[in-house]
Nanobody, 126 residues
């Protein structure tokens, strides 16, 4: 599966953005879909994920502000980001993978995902 992320940009603190990730392939609905981010000089970190059956997990840092959703008919996963903070500034990557046992742990690690998009930059100004 190939992934194409979009929707990043420059926004002021407190603002919102919606990221989209369009996937190719006919088995999109079987994949777990995740969003990760990487800030300059830092490791890639988990943001949010949604399983094939709709189970969602979020990083504590974004819980209550970000919402992940998927539209299997459009082969697209979304990340609605509200109340953005400067510390949310990063390149955001979408990822897809088959996850057999769905737990917060298995769904939040990069090793569970085999396919990655190219990333979209989100910059939040203070």
């Amino acid at each position: 599966v190939q992934l194409q992320a979009s929707g990043g940009g420059l926004v002021e603190a407190g603002g919102c953005l919606r990221l989209s990730c369009a996937a190719s392939g006919r088995t999109f609905s079987n994949y777990a879909m995740g969003w990760f981010r990487q800030a300059p000089g830092k490791e890639r970190e988990f943001v949010a994920t949604i399983s094939w059956r709709g189970t969602r997990y979020y990083a504590d840092s974004v819980k209550g502000r970000f919402t992940i959703s998927r539209d299997n008919a459009k082969n697209t996963v979304y990340l609605q980001m509200n109340s953005l903070k400067p510390e949310d500034t990063a390149v955001y990557y979408c990822a897809a993978g088959y996850v057999g046992i769905i737990t917060a742990r298995t769904m939040s690690v990069t090793t569970s995902y085999d396919h990655w998009g190219q990333g979209t930059l989100v910059t939040v100004s203070s």
